[in-house]
């Protein structure tokens, strides 16, 4: 949703339960004391992570496999207590619907107060935001058992009520801890979307041109996704870092050049990182007519088919791009993506 879309009062309490960490940590630990959780049946779930580089489809995948009705997500109903999600959704009560708009990557994904959304991200700022946030740049880290253990009770407080006991997120920062979310829930599946690398590339400099106008208007849209730790593009773009020798902090932002050496660095540390049991899916494939690795990766996560609605839905946008880019970065690029395409036949086929 547009940040701008909030009037004074609720920008107030965003600030209030966002903007102080204070606040936030203090919202969750009255939450675990009200909470009535099983934590070692939410620890063993076959819960599903979506995790990606941004615009790589990973809001498309995850709203298909939302539609199912077999998981639970936050959404922006849980906003801005989104580390009290329960007793949030108490004092809050159900109010209807939202009228929806469109979203503010201005890509025709429209949006309401029941759109599944990546907002777990907060709780991880809170807690551990000194560990891999960095002011130009977000680390991968260690996390202790600790970490491990407060995350499965917050999973656990947010499936408290529900009838699906799984949980389903789209967090493209979870690209930098697969290993601790592989660790906490071993029966879980992480699905690492990606695309082909100019048109993604290119995509991700069209939004980082849209942010940079919608940040220089509005103090409160560039609070509002650091809140969110939404670095991926903007006046607050903070690169991912996989490996301290190639990550870029400095360049062209504005040219395509560096957007392509992102793309590079992300998926090379990714298949560097990612656990055995990743899912590298492309997005390029899930558009085919066929639906071949929609009712692939349904078989593997358990969720029924129902003709007609599970099916398809997933729509190319690859847009034509000219922009030169330095000698070798491209071929570099594609020989990546056709190894991230094995990586993916290769699981599939298990």
Not at 172 to 200: D, G, K, M, T, Y
Not at 315 to 326: A, F, G, M, Q, W
Request: hydrophobic content about 40%; proline content about 5%.
């Amino acid at each position: 949703m547009f940040a701008e879309d909030y009037n004074f009062f609720e920008r107030l309490l965003h600030r209030i339960a966002l903007g102080s960490a204070t606040v936030s940590a203090a919202s969750f630990e009255v939450q675990r004391l009200v909470a009535n959780t099983d934590t070692p049946k939410v620890a063993r779930a076959k819960h599903l992570f979506v995790a990606g580089l941004a615009r790589a489809g990973t809001t498309i995948l995850m709203r298909r496999l939302y539609e199912t009705g077999r998981f639970r997500s936050l959404t922006y109903r849980d906003m801005p207590f989104v580390l009290m999600p329960d007793l949030w959704g108490r004092i809050r009560g159900r109010a209807p619907a939202s009228a929806s708009v469109e979203r503010a990557h201005g890509d025709g994904i429209m949006v309401n107060n029941e759109s599944p959304e990546a907002l777990e991200e907060v709780f991880w700022r809170v807690h551990f935001g000194s560990k891999y946030i960095r002011p130009d740049r977000l680390k991968s880290c260690e996390l202790s058992a600790e970490a491990v253990s407060q995350f499965r009770e917050y999973l656990a407080i947010l499936l408290t009520g529900t009838d699906s006991g799984r949980y389903l997120s789209k967090n493209n920062n979870n690209i930098l801890r697969l290993r601790v979310i592989a660790a906490a829930f071993p029966n879980a599946v992480q699905i690492v979307p990606f695309r082909e690398p100019r048109s993604h590339a290119a995509s991700l400099l069209r939004q980082h041109r849209r942010f940079l106008r919608i940040h220089a208007e509005s103090r409160f849209s560039r609070q509002y996704m650091r809140w969110l730790v939404h670095h991926e593009f903007g006046a607050d773009h903070r690169p991912f870092e996989f490996d301290p020798a190639t990550v870029m902090v400095g360049g062209d932002r504005l040219s395509l050049g560096y957007w392509m050496r992102q793309w590079v660095h992300v998926y090379r540390g990714l298949l560097d990182t990612a656990p055995p049991s990743a899912v590298f899916v492309c997005y390029e494939d899930l558009c085919r007519e066929d639906n071949q690795l929609w009712m692939k990766l349904t078989e593997i996560l358990e969720l029924p088919v129902v003709e007609g609605s599970d099916v398809g839905g997933f729509v190319s946008r690859n847009k034509p791009c000219d922009e030169s880019l330095p000698e070798g970065l491209e071929a570099n690029a594609r020989d990546l993506y056709e190894v991230l395409q094995r990586r993916q036949v290769e699981r599939l086929s298990q």
